[in-house]
Nanobody
Framework: QVQLAESGGGLVQPGGSLRLSCAAS????????MAWHRQAAGKERELVAS???????TYSDSVKDRFTISRDNAKKTVYLQLNSLKPEDTAVYYC??????????????WGQGTQVTVSS
C-alpha cells in the first residue's frame, strides 16, 4: 500500500506564501506522475499542477505564474510552493501520486488534504 503524508496548509494574507509537502511511503518501486489538486467549497476538484517522473511540469492558467511544483525522488516527496496568494486560492489542496509497488501493483492514491485559506 501507499501512504501519503500531506502538510503545510494554513491561514495566510493575500500576497503571502505557503509551501505544501506530500511524502509518499510504502514498498514503492517507482513513482510516476505526482500532482496537486484543489477543491474550494461548493466547487469541483481541479488540477493545479503536475510533474512527471522526468521533472516536466504543467500548471493551470490561474496559478502558472505564482505556484511551483517540484519533487525529490530520493525522498519520494512532492512540493507545491504557493506565492502571491489570492482569496480565490482558498481551497483544500490534495496531493495525488501514481506509484508502482515492488509487488508490481499500481496505485493512484490521494492525500488527506490540507486547508489553504487566504484572507485578510
Amino acid at each position: 500500500q501507499v501512504q501519503l503524508a500531506e502538510s503545510g496548509g494554513g491561514l495566510v494574507q493575500p500576497g503571502g506564501s505557503l509551501r505544501l509537502s506530500c511524502a509518499a511511503s510504502g514498498r514503492i518501486l517507482s513513482i510516476m506522475s505526482m500532482a496537486w489538486h484543489r477543491q474550494a467549497a461548493g466547487k469541483e476538484r481541479e488540477l493545479v499542477a503536475s510533474i512527471t517522473s522526468g521533472g516536466s511540469t504543467t500548471y493551470s492558467d490561474s496559478v502558472k505564474d505564482r505556484f511551483t511544483i517540484s519533487r525529490d525522488n530520493a525522498k519520494k516527496t512532492v512540493y507545491l510552493q504557493l506565492n502571491s496568494l489570492k482569496p480565490e486560492d482558498t481551497a483544500v489542496y490534495y496531493c495525488n501520486v501514481e506509484a508502482i509497488m515492488i509487488s508490481r501493483s499500481q496505485y493512484n492514491v490521494w492525500g488527506q488534504g490540507t486547508q489553504v485559506t487566504v484572507s485578510s
